[in-house]
């Protein structure tokens, strides 16, 4: 496993070559090309915005601007339920090349999980211009945890879509069982609210067993909050990360040699 | 000499979960089946302790059948699948033809599909960047280079495929049937290709139903049969041991079909025109056909024959009751119903006298006239003014074979001669 594991890095080229493709054949043939990147989150945002502010009436002072504190935690979800749901079918539409081609499978769920990743941040200047727009700006201090957040998402996103890819190609129901997982998913995690409201409290302990509770919570603090008060609990969820890439990949590696013959 | 490719008692399983065809995930965990779910309920053994060598620099045609196993021993090769047990050792890069094109995105330009196809192929960028122009002008692609893959015919498509896979410049080649890529001249080019890599001492190892490729290109063939190796070796023989096995086979199915339609055909079978053509048995058996044997030049029954062998029709007759009256006759059909050719012994002036008990009959042809085909035989035991004994309408078939592709019905012995100012090679 571990041979394979640094093989990886040899891929490297393969892997960049890959996001690169699928960055540009995503848009390819639209009249609005790569703008779609920043229009999509916008477009979901300002729906968002609408629903919550105007119709729900959330007029938590703390939690204002709202478009600015929504966005911290929409984007990186994003990034992550794209990821999944693009990586769970990327063996089964890669198939040709897994069948026909020497070709190492892991990096067909990796490049999923990388060419969102690119999305998120080309989303990133745009909470920029929000945060200038709102007069709204985050901690300076607090913002060298930023990488390290996006770092522990990276590893556990990786860790998660090499393990579904994986469990895809035997049982394709993975795929439609996430695509509902991923909606009770996000109203679970503290996106389009915040942690600290009231209504919350009763489930909080519940909440915090989300792994994604505290990349949303890390992300709000960083970039909306004052202050970061939630190393402890990232750095704890970096080591889960690790644990969870590295059973990703057993289970990866474990059903490698069947995708020939089952995708 | 050393060896580029070694297979050492392979084997090859392919599992079949036939219970899993409608199983989930949901019902594998309900029924806590999901390790035994993984576990293979059916074994297909693909390849059977094959084990074979390729020498450094020659080039090895595999033959064989559908579903003989070419295709996984050629993925196995390439490292595609693993073998279920034995090892597979290749000495060098390579490169498979298998599927051409394989990977390549249908919204991006050639030219990029050219880069990433090679990358994934094992070539770096820089790689890329120094073969480009040959691939291009390879694939005769120049002017559609920036174009969308998906505005490719298949033969562009394919012809990019095969130049990106070749100039991978391998140590060893793959090659899966891809040959009947583009039209005349790019195949041509192929050949080509495959000739500089033999000449510079490449490997080359081709999957291929064209025997004429084989006995002309390749140092060597294997040849695979429902996953076991029969033969290697010398391209002539190894093909030629094929031919006969396929005409074998062949005899087999010619004898099912026979039984089939002997078997199916009602003892008293309604009284037909004999220029209807349905298969069929009638007649009042007061005189019977017992048996209906084809036998060839080696004097052994068999539905399988040569142009020009010599073929005798043997059948064995019973009359239930002492009889003058009667005639024998046979007829010839192909395989679109028409007659080749139909005699009897009342047409050829022979006056019956008398048949008692059990008889034989043999019509023998002494050259076997007609062209590669299946074909299909009356045999018949009437009375003088026609009316049935036993009648046996297309009940056997028979196969032709011929190594020369005329065409037609019947083949006469001929010769062409020229005169002196008309040359062949």
Redesign the interface.
Known sequence: MFSNLGSLLRYRGLIQSLVARELKARYRGSVLGIVWSFVNPLLLLSIYSFVFTTIMQNNDPRTKPFAVFMFCGLLPWTWFSASLSEATSSLISGGNLIKKVLFPAEVLPIVSVLANMVHFLLGLPILAAFMIGFRHYPNVAALPWFPVVVLVQLIFTLGLALGLSALTVHFRDVRDLLANVLTLWFFATPIIYAYFMPSVGRFLAVFRLNPFYHLAVSYQEILFFDHFGHARSLLLLGALSIAVFLAGYWLFDRLRDSFAEAV | MTSAIELDHVSKI??RYTGRQFA???S?LLKRSILRD?QPNEAFLALKDVSFTVAKGSTVGVIGRNGSGKSTAL?LV?????PTSGTVRVDGR?S?L??LG??F?P??SGR?NV??NG???GL??REVEERFDDIVDFAELREFIDA?VKTYSSGMYMRLGFAVAIHVDPEVLLVDEVLAVGDEGFTHKCLDKFGEFRRRGKTVLIVTHSLALVERLCDEAVWLDAGEKRADGDPKRVVDAYLTAVEQTEKQQMAATTAKAVQAAAPAGPAGDMFQATEGRWGSREVEITSVELVGPDATPSFVFHTGDAVSINLGVRAAQPTSDFVFGIGVFNADGVCCFGTNTGIEDMTSDRLDGDATVTFAIDSLDLVEGTYKLDVAVHRGDGAPYDYHRLLYTFRVKSRTHDIGIFRPKHRWTFSSNVRFK
């Open positions: 392919y599992r989930t995930l949901k594998a993984l993925k390439a490292g595609i699948t693993k390579i498979a298998i599927e394989a990977g995105h919204e991006i990029e880069f990433i990358i994934m192929l770096s960028k969308p």
